[in-house]
Every structure is written in C-alpha cells, then in structure tokens.
C-alpha cells in the first residue's frame, strides 16, 4: 500500500492537517453512530427504517425512548434516514388544523440542516416537496411546491407536531400516517431508475465510543472512516482546497487507509492532530456562551452551510453542536437555553434546595414554549412519582397574570394544593432545565430578552 501520508509534510503540518480533519468529521462521525444503531442495531423505540417512516406514537418519557440526550416531551415525532443515491424522495405533508404547530426537518450527512418547513413560515396547508441528492438536476415536477437539494445521499428526516393536552395523541397518530415518503419514479407513474451499487455500513468499532455510546474514534484510524463516510456525501465546490490539504494525510472520500502503515512519528503526529482538535471541542463545550441568569443559550451552533462552512470557528461550532445537541433546528425556528446553576451560580440539586423561576410575562415567542427538567449529568428525564417532566404554554392551570406571566415552582415534593398547577417536578439530585421556545421573537434572538434566573430556597426541614 502507498503510504498515506505525505512524507514532504513535518510533524507540526501533519498535526495540523489532523486537527483540522478531525473537527471537520467529528460531527459525521457522531451522525453515523446514530445512523448504524437506528438502522441496524438491536430492536429499540428509537429503531427506524430507510426510506419509510417510524413514527413515535407516545411522548418521551423515562421509560419510553430515554436514550437521546434531551428527549423532547411536547411534540410526537416521525422519522426516517433516506438514501437518495438511486433517486430524489418527495415527500407529503398533510394539512393541519390552523392551532397546531408542526414542521418538517432535514439535515444532511455533515449533520447540518438543508431544510425546514411549517407552521412558521408556509403555514399548515398540505405540502409536497422534492428531496434530492447533490448530483440531481432535473426539472420540477408537477405537483411538487418546493425542490430541495442536500450536500449528501444520506439524510435524517424529522417531522414534529404538537401535544395540545391530554387525549391529543390519536388526532396526531392520523396525521402521522397521512405522511408520504414516494420515490420519484412512483410519483410520477415511471419505471425506477438501475439501483446502485449496496452501499457498506460496517458497525462503528467500539473503540470509537466515547462517553454515552457516541461514535468520536480518536485515534489516526478515524481517517479511514472519514473516508468512507465521504463516500456518501458530495465535496462542496467551496471545499475543494480544504480537502486538497486534507489529502495530505491520506483522507480522500472513498480511498482506503491502513494505520498500521504509519512511521512511528507520522502516528504520534496525526494523534497530537486529534488530541488538540478534542481539546477544542470540549473547551467550546464547556465554554457555549455566556450565561444570562444562569442560562445559556448559544445562538450559533445549528444551522445550514451559510453558517456552518467555509472558517475554522463554523466547522467547530458543527462539531460542538453534534455533541451538544444533534440535530437541533436551527435558532429561527426555537431557540434552546439550558440552565444548571441557580440565581447564585450554584448547581442546580433537587436534595438541597426549591427554586421559583418568576416571569413577568409570557415568553416572547409565536409558537409554543415549555421548560423540562433532565438530570444534570446524563441530560436524560429522571423518574419522580408525579409523572411530570415539564410545564409549558398548554397547561391552563399555571396561574397568571394579566400579561400571562407566572411562577414555577421547581421542587422534588409537592407544593400546596392550590399551587400544583405551578409545580415542576425536579429529581432529589442534581438536574438541569431546559427551556424551549418555538418561533423566538427578536428579542430571543438579538439576547435583549433577559430570562428569570432561578432563585434558591432552602429545604423545608
């Protein structure tokens, strides 16, 4: 085998040629660990088909699909991966009543979104779109609203539609089942086109797995699986220099790559490569944004190419994000804030203290709002004996006032009676909350908004 590496290049350039790989296919690395488990890994809730729709027919709950960090408690999802090598997908979205909030989601292999759709911004009517691949160029066809293009073969599908109450569920299951995933070819009543080759998904080996089961490979090997992933996925024409350089140390989409090649000193500098780009990573993890009454709230992590290509800084935002929150819309569409401390700066623990978190008024947004509470660590719903993981604007019985604000009460036992509509459970522990907030007003967006901060009372003993 040619050696990989580039033997004209010194170590400090092959470390930092790495550095730079590594961050770049972080997020694809981390998108394909999920990808494998969801497709071919063991029968779970979160299990889902190529090409077709699972939908989720309960809310997330601590029994039920508590696996993905943040498991969202208001909206029932449906969701698919799509393999647009053969040909371009159209999907069907049905209309909805004019009150319920819903859209559609789609992010490419590089775990950027391509595409979002809804209530938001075109409405509830019944909507047919085009999804397809880097390499289709072809007309708009009849009945199709809207063609959408994606920077890769692979993509991950998202829809969500809204939990107004209690008894709501069977109204979304119908709607569920009234999305359509159709083959090009089928809706437009032709033969399909020659099927492409079988594509390989070898499991993620499992010293790739770092911390919750994600897919981050640290080691010179991820080279080779970066190649492999690039296999599915299209090199932007803004990229090209980008993976000239990266050619240097032997990625190149498809090419296979044996480490055990490697001198001695190539080794050691790809890993200082991979060790300095994970050093930046958990540094930006640690350091999102800067906090407001104890939230954070980053405003830059999700979005699509526009923001996240063409500077160091967006490639690492990408890589911070698939960490931090994969697939999260982008902040147009919610806008999502974390607080761990109280008003204080201590850490948030159910065995310690109650808190109260005071609004003068109701969240500036224009879709829906709700705050859950995860445990502080694994950022997955903790069980309480209530079975309320989460207060938001459809609970009429939070008390308000005539600018519907109000005040919750986060403690692990219950208040008094007449405040049981304000109660938000919290573990007897350490937990975070999160805060989400569907069509942010500018006020979210520009941060002139100031979120209350959640102010500490001891334990009544």
Known sequence: ???????????????????????????????????????????????????????????GSPTFNNVIPWI??????????LDLRREPVVLKVPQFEG??????????????NFFTRGTLDVGNAARTYLLAGPDWSGPSPPGVDEVVTADSWIIKLFTRIIVEGPGDEAAIHALQDRYALVPLSAFLGRAPPPAPPAAEFPAPPASGLRGRGFFEQPSPEFIGTFNHLMTQAAVHPDEAALFERFAGIGVAPGADF??????????????????????????????LDTPVNGWVYPLDLRGGRDRLTGSSGAYLARAVAARYAIWGPGAAEV????????????????SAATYAMTFDAAPPVDGFWSYTVYDAATRLLVPHPSGRYKRGDRDADIRRNAN???????????????????????????????????????????????PPPLVARPLET
């Open 99 to 112: 009150h319920r909030f819903q859209n559609v989601q789609a992010a490419d292999w590089y775990t950027m």
């Open 258 to 287: 044996d480490a055990s090649v490697l001198t001695p000193q190539q080794a050691a500098a790809i890993q200082a490569g991979i060790d300095a780009g994970r050093a930046r990573i958990e540094h930006r993890l640690a350091n």
């Open 72 to 81: 969202n408690t208001d909206t029932l999802y449906s969701a698919a991966w």
């Open 404 to 450: 519907g604000g109000f005040t919750l009460l986060l403690q692990n036992a219950p208040p008094p009676a007449d405040r049981l509509g304000d109660w938000l459970p919290v573990p007897a522990g350490p937990f975070q909350v999160v805060g989400r907030l569907y069509g942010p007003h500018a006020t979210l967006l520009d941060k002139t908004y100031t």
């Open 1 to 59: 085998m040619i050696p990989p590496v580039d033997p004209a290049l010194s170590f400090d350039a092959i470390t930092a040629i790495a550095e730079e790989a590594y961050v770049y296919a972080f997020p694809m690395m981390i998108a394909y660990g999920f990808f494998h488990r969801q497709t071919m890994g063991p029968d779970t809730p979160e299990k889902q088909a190529i090409g077709r729709f699972t939908h989720f027919r309960a809310l």
């Open 335 to 350: 806008v999502y804030m974390v607080a761990e401390v109280d008003a204080a700066g201590a850490a948030l623990d159910g």
